[in-house]
């Protein structure tokens, strides 16, 4: 089963080796949305709140300040719960 990865509060230098600031930003408003990771994702939440439940599996919640590592293939639902700001990078 494709698991959520999650690294809370990295420190800055952990984040600075792997690039994480010039990576692009993604932003929506409270919402939830069905999505599948044709790629593996990493982001780093700059702020907002959500919970994300992969396909039969059990709900994460993850937001401000986490690393998060959704695994290629996985099909789940996201809960925005508040607005969200992230970099992303696709792998």
Known sequence: ????????????????VMGVFEWPIWQKEASEFSWHYDQTETCYFLSGAVIVTPDNGEPVSMGQGDLV???????CHWCIETAVSKHYSFS
């Open 1 to 16: 089963m494709k698991t959520i990865q999650i690294s809370h509060q990295p420190t800055k230098p952990e984040l600075d």
């Open 69 to 75: 590592t959704f695994p290629a293939g996985m099909s």
